[in-house]
């Protein structure tokens, strides 16, 4: 008898604990990080318009990046203009005169998705309407017009809002407007949304704006690489398929860095299981941003399926050593150099969880070549420069 009640009670605990044990939210998208591109990096508010995000969707569907992953095509801030009497937001017809429907047909067309952006606020960050009081009117809005992913800012939002309930409100209308639609929760990591989020969104940023440079701290938060991959520094747990850690979209191509730069923003985004959004002109890129933004190599540990965020397993002055495990048992490492010269980096099986005595493959994921290697691995790292290896024991 006792231990019937003893059951049953454990039975109802687990019945009522269920609900807040769930870690992601179950709308079954993102299961690896979402990759595509997004129009803010480059032409911000002023460059935005539907010939841009036509020729760049033109650009993904022959140019190796839809073969490559690259898969939504998000239009940013600076889209929409105002609301109707009915409170139907208005579309900016100067800059879309063919509407966001036929935009996102013509997305669609090129066997690519199509991404939109709003705000929780009043206003957007570029004073365009946000959806404050309008999510359910908002997500019908883009069910109708076939938009696969919303990325949702946090400008201009009230005085004590609060993000967790805001975001659920939105997450709650797009799942009523009956449309799998990627959730991008966009408040700059300010409320520390890796502890509430998972549940509501598909990715949230956990960063504030990334700026095209190196080592560049900015008052108002904004920062360069090396700010960012100190932010992600001690998130890793809260990461995992469906709900990511967001470091901000990718700078590569806009011309801030070198390309040696360029290529640890990318390794080391792959390294955090990061979105992979481009945020360049993509019918207009040199070769060597082409050959980082298309390297198969380092997609593949980003889109690894265990989808486990790597971590810093070592800082040593200017060098660092980060680690992400696969699902295949290996280990993606990424050797970094933040100093100012070229110097030696070695990684001991022994930082990344694997006993000494062992041999392992070592793919260089940039030079693509394979070597063998026991109980550590040694590589000349170049001044701001990353080498990325993929061991496999
Ligand atoms: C904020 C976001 C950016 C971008 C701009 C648009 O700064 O963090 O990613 O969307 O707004 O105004």
Redesign the pocket.
């Known amino acids: 008898m006792i231990r019937r009640l003893t059951i049953a009670l454990w039975a109802a605990v687990a019945l009522f604990a269920a609900p807040s044990m769930s870690l992601a939210l179950e709308n079954g998208l993102a299961r690896t990080p979402p990759m595509g591109w997004n129009s ?1 990096n480059k032409f911000a508010c002023k460059g935005l318009n539907e010939k841009v995000v036509r020729e760049t969707a033109d650009q993904i569907a022959s140019n190796g990046m839809k073969d490559a992953g690259y898969e939504y095509v998000i239009i ?2 600076c889209w929409q203009t105002g609301r109707d009497p009915q409170g139907n937001i208005v579309v900016d017809a100067e800059k879309f005169p063919s509407g966001i429907k036929a935009l996102a047909d013509y997305v669609h067309s090129k066997g690519l998705k199509f991404g939109i ?1 709003s705000d929780a606020g009043t206003m ?3 004073k365009r309407p946000g959806s404050i009081g309008h999510e359910y009117q908002d997500a019908r809005q883009y069910a109708a017009w076939g938009v696969d992913y919303l ?1 949702e ?1 946090w ?1 201009n939002t009230l005085p004590n809002q609060n993000s967790e309930s805001s975001y659920t409100l939105m997450r709650e209308a797009l799942k009523a407007s009956g449309r799998p639609i990627v959730f991008s929760i ?1 408040e ?1 990591g300010s409320t520390k949304p890796w502890l509430w989020a998972g549940p509501v969104g598909n990715l949230w ?1 956990a960063t504030p ?1 990334i700026q095209d440079c190196w080592d560049c701290k900015r008052t108002w938060g904004g920062g360069g690489v090396t700010q960012i991959l100190d932010l992600m520094d001690g998130i890793e747990s809260y990461a995992g398929p469906g709900h990511w850690n967001d470091p ?2 990718l700078e590569v191509g806009n011309g801030g860095m070198t390309t040696e730069e360029y290529r640890t923003h990318f390794s080391m985004w792959a390294i955090f299981s990061a979105p992979l959004l481009a945020g360049n002109d993509v019918a207009n890129m040199t070769a060597q941003t082409k050959e980082i933004l298309l390297n198969k190599e380092v997609i593949a540990i980003d889109q690894d399926t265990l989808g486990q965020q790597g971590r810093r397993v070592k800082k040593m002055g200017d060098t660092e050593i980060w680690s992400k495990q696969l699902a295949d048992g290996g280990r993606a490492v990424a050797l970094v150099n933040r100093g100012k010269a070229a110097g030696k980096i070695t990684v001991a099986w022994n930082d990344i969880g694997y006993p000494a005595g062992l041999s392992a493959t070592v793919r260089d994921l940039w030079a693509h070549k394979d070597e063998t290697a026991k109980g550590s691995f040694t590589a000349e790292v170049p001044s701001h420069g990353t080498v990325m290896v993929r061991l496999k024991f």
């Open positions: 803010w940013d801030d952006y957007t960050c570029a990325k800012d400008c966009c700059w940023r704006d901000d979209m």
